[in-house]
C-alpha cells in the first residue's frame, strides 16, 4: 500500500506558473511509475503527464506539451509537476497516481494506476 498527498494547488492567473508536489509514503516509491490527471468540472478524468520508475520516460497529453514538466526525486519520495503559462482550460483538480505494474513505462491510461491521491485543486482566471 501507498499513501500519495498532492500540494501546490492553487489560485493563479493565466500566464502563470505552479509547481505541484506529491508526497508518497509506505511501500517504495522508487518501484513505482507515477503520473498526473486532471478533472474539470462536468468533465471526465484526463490523462496530464507521467514519469517512469528512474524518470528515464515522460509522457505527455498534447494540451500540456512544452508548458508542463514533470519531474521526480527518488530520494524524497516526490513527484513534481511544473505547470508554465497556465491557461483557463487547465482549471482542475489534478491528482496523482501510482503504477506498481507498469513502472518502467510512462503510462497514459489512468485504470491501469492503483493508488491515487485525494487531488490539488488549481485555478486559472482570466
Known amino acids: 500500500q501507498v499513501q500519495l498527498v498532492e500540494s501546490g494547488g492553487g489560485l493563479v492567473q493565466a500566464g502563470g506558473s505552479l509547481r505541484l508536489s506529491c508526497a508518497a509514503s509506505g511501500r517504495t516509491f522508487s518501484s513505482y511509475a507515477m503520473g498526473w490527471f486532471r478533472q474539470a468540472p462536468g468533465k471526465e478524468r484526463e490523462f496530464v503527464a507521467a514519469i517512469s520508475w528512474r524518470g528515464g520516460r515522460t509522457n505527455y497529453a498534447d494540451s500540456v506539451k512544452g508548458r508542463f514538466t514533470i519531474s521526480r526525486d527518488n530520494a524524497k519520495s516526490t513527484v513534481y509537476l511544473q505547470m508554465n503559462s497556465l491557461k483557463p482550460e487547465d482549471t482542475a483538480v489534478y491528482y496523482c497516481?501510482?503504477?506498481?505494474?507498469?513502472?518502467?513505462?510512462?503510462?497514459?491510461?489512468?485504470?491501469?494506476?492503483?493508488?491515487w491521491g485525494q487531488g490539488t485543486q488549481v485555478t486559472v482566471s482570466s
Open positions: 497516481a501510482a503504477d506498481p505494474n507498469r513502472y518502467y513505462t510512462a503510462n497514459p491510461n489512468d485504470w491501469e494506476y492503483d493508488y
